[in-house]
């Protein structure tokens, strides 16, 4: 069974950074691209950045660029998404996504909240 488990989210201010993990179990991670996705109240979920199997490639929405740097440890079965310079328009719920044989898994979310 696919489980994706998140962490890493929390309080931060302006400037400030933070680390989301994601830790993936129940496929051959390695072979599948993971994606971060974040929803703040009031609006759609949004794709916020996509990493392909091995790594090489990455995808970023405009609006993270610079700021946001998705990583994966195929090891650990880890996706990561490291956060720097948050602004208080990053503030959502956090969720990691997989799409394994046509069907679309999330995890529970972890809630980042930008505030001083």
């Known amino acids: 069974q696919v489980q994706l488990v998140e962490s890493g989210g929390g309080l931060a201010q302006p400037g400030g950074s933070l680390r989301l993990s994601c830790v993936a179990s129940?496929?051959?991670?390695?072979?599948?691209?993971m994606s971060w996705y974040r929803q703040a109240p009031g609006k759609e979920r949004e794709l916020v950045a996509t990493i392909t199997p091995v790594g090489r490639s990455t995808i970023y929405v405009d609006s993270v660029k610079g700021r946001f740097t998705i990583s994966r440890d195929n090891d650990k079965n880890t996706v990561f998404l490291q956060m720097i310079s948050l602004k208080p328009e990053d503030t959502a719920v956090y969720y990691c996504r997989v799409t394994v044989a046509g069907y679309t898994y999330w995890g529970q979310g972890t809630q980042v909240t930008v505030s001083s």
């Open positions: 129940g496929f051959t991670f390695i072979a599948y691209g």
